[in-house]
């Protein structure tokens, strides 16, 4: 059986092979693609469901390049992942660590072992951000933006290439006010096929 820490060691081999972005230009490109969303959209929720779009796009991608980067470094993700808990650990340790520099932690599992939540002490997308209110946003209340609802989409479109279908929610955000930011997956769906509908398309 595989030690707790693996995930977290195979996580950072695999970061120092990938090229690196600065990550200030990281984030405040970003910030801008959110803010266009908001001057293109208005509404928050729409524009929820746009960074959940754009994020599931990245992940059906970014699957690809982990399973390789992963086998040429020997670290065979089919005995790896062998459950529900096993691909949660693999996801915060590995592919947050792999593509963001940031480890992530997993916990809060459910009874019948079907959701779970991924917390971020840190997120590199939201450095230099701070969200308005009502009174600031001309009636727009922001603070119903998801601001980093990217992350749900990209590990959305990422499992579903791998035969799961989840639901992803940020439950909690350190903009707004809480101590950690909080990822709640849920577990929708065993797909027969691992090739999603977007990545059949292409």
Not at 94 to 101: H, I, Q, T, V
Not at 103 to 114: I, N, P, T
Not at 116 to 145: A, C, H, K, M, W
Not at 147 to 164: D, F, M, P, T
């Amino acid at each position: 059986m595989a030690s707790k820490s693996q995930p977290a060691q195979s996580g950072q081999a695999l970061w120092t092979k990938m090229p690196k972005a600065n990550a200030e230009l990281f984030a405040l490109t970003y910030g801008s693609l959110v803010t266009e969303l908001v001057r293109d959209y208005e509404d928050p929720i729409e524009v929820n469901a746009q960074l959940d779009r754009i994020g599931h796009s990245i992940g059906v991608r970014c699957v690809d390049e982990f399973l390789s980067k992963a086998d040429v470094a020997g670290m065979g993700m089919a005995t790896q992942c062998q459950n529900l808990r096993d691909t949660a650990e693999v996801v915060a340790k590995m592919g947050f660590k792999m593509f963001l520099g940031i480890q992530a932690e997993v916990g809060g599992f459910s009874q019948d072992q079907r959701s779970f939540s991924i917390y971020l002490q840190e997120n590199p997308l939201s450095t230099f951000v701070e969200l308005p209110g009502d009174e600031q946003s001309g009636g727009d209340d922001l603070r119903r933006l998801k601001y980093s609802n990217v992350y749900c989409g990209v590990i959305r479109g990422a499992l579903e290439q791998v035969n799961l279908k989840v639901e992803c929610n940020i439950v909690r955000d350190t903009l707004k006010g809480d101590e950690v930011n909080e990822i709640r997956v849920e577990l929708k769906e065993v797909l027969a096929d691992g090739a999603g509908d977007d990545y059949k398309e292409e």
